[in-house]
């Protein structure tokens, strides 16, 4: 398998993002069953997170968020939003940039 090298930093991460919030707060006001595991067997998502950021419906999007937690060893839950529309994969994570600390301390 071939590899490649893709830079990142935490700017090019926000702007994978459609949106982000703190998750507490966000999962306790949604419907029940909204959110839900993307495989069968991968655990239900928790509420230990700080921060929700919505990807959408872009599977590359995720990967490289995903990516670059990783390489910030920063842990990640990938789960799944279930509204309609427009639904799409959201990655919780305890991760905010120090730039955009003020916006998600904010929120």
Not at 12 to 27: M, N, S
Not at 51 to 72: H, K, N, P, T
Not at 95 to 106: G, K, L, P, R, S
Request: hydrophobic share 40%; glycine share 4%.
């Amino acid at each position: 398998m071939s590899a490649i090298v893709i830079k990142m930093d935490a700017y090019d991460f926000v702007q994978l993002t459609e949106q982000r919030r703190t998750w507490v707060t966000w999962a306790g006001a949604s419907e029940p069953d909204r959110y839900e595991p993307i495989r069968d067997g991968d655990p239900a998502p928790s509420m230990h997170w700080k921060y929700a950021y919505w990807i959408g419906l872009d599977w590359a999007s995720v990967l490289l968020c995903r990516a670059y937690l990783e390489s910030e060893r920063q842990p990640y839950q990938i789960i799944v939003d279930n509204s309609l529309p427009p639904g799409g994969y959201v990655v919780l994570t305890n991760w905010c940039d120090a730039e955009f600390t003020h916006t998600c301390a904010a929120q």
